[in-house]
Every structure is written in structure tokens, then in C-alpha cells.
Nanobody, 121 residues
Framework: QVQLVESGGGLAQAGGSLTLSCAAS????????MGWFRQAPGKEREFVAA????????SYSDAVKGRFTILRANAKNTVYLQMNSLKPEDTAVYYC??????????????WGQGTQVTVSS
């Protein structure tokens, strides 16, 4: 079992940057593929980015491709989401998840509690 805790959210201006972190408990972190999802008020949870257990494969939604980067440090049991060129439409609660590599929320078994990101124009 894996427990996930996100941090790094907050308020940013449009065009600015934030880096989210997701710390995982347990010794099996390196065996899980990881993903980031987000949910804006009144909208469904949507895929943002995914990274394979080794870090060798990544995937991004079209909305964030070229602006966001997903990274992982297995020695630190941590996955990161570097967010650059932020836009007001990036405002959402961001969740990290552990499970199988994919773009669907159903591929992931474990979820963090979420961290709020607010981008002002």
C-alpha cells in the first residue's frame, strides 16, 4: 500500500511557475507508475501527466504539453510536477496517484488528498 501527500500548491500569476511535490510512503514506490490529475470547480477530474516506474516514459495532456514536466526521484520516494507558463485555466486541485501507467483515473489505485493551485490573470 502507498500513501501519497502532495505539497507545493499555492497562488501564482499568469506566466509564472510552481513545482508540486508528491511524497510517497512505503518501500514499493519505485514499482508504481505515477500520474498527476487535476479537478477544477464544476468539472471532472482530468489527466495531466504520467511517468513510468523507471522514469523512462512520460505522457502529457495536450493542455499542458510543453509547459509542464513530470519527474520522479525514486531514491526520495517523490514525484514532481514542474509547471511553467501558468495560465488561469490551470487553476484546479491537483492530485497525484500511484498505479498503472495510463491517462485514465481508473488505472490508479492510490491517491493523495490534493493541493490547490490558483493562477491569477
Amino acid at each position: 500500500q502507498v500513501q501519497l501527500v502532495e505539497s507545493g500548491g499555492g497562488l501564482a500569476q499568469a506566466g509564472g511557475s510552481l513545482t508540486l511535490s508528491c511524497a510517497a510512503s512505503g518501500r514499493t514506490f519505485s514499482t508504481y507508475d505515477m500520474g498527476w490529475f487535476r479537478q477544477a470547480p464544476g468539472k471532472e477530474r482530468e489527466f495531466v501527466a504520467a511517468i513510468s516506474w523507471s522514469g523512462g516514459t512520460t505522457s502529457y495532456s495536450d493542455a499542458v504539453k510543453g509547459r509542464f514536466t513530470i519527474l520522479r526521484a525514486n531514491a526520495k520516494n517523490t514525484v514532481y510536477l514542474q509547471m511553467n507558463s501558468l495560465k488561469p485555466e490551470d487553476t484546479a486541485v491537483y492530485y497525484c496517484a500511484a498505479g498503472s501507467y495510463g491517462r485514465s483515473w481508473s488505472a490508479y489505485n492510490y491517491w493523495g488528498q490534493g493541493t490547490q493551485v490558483t493562477v491569477s490573470s
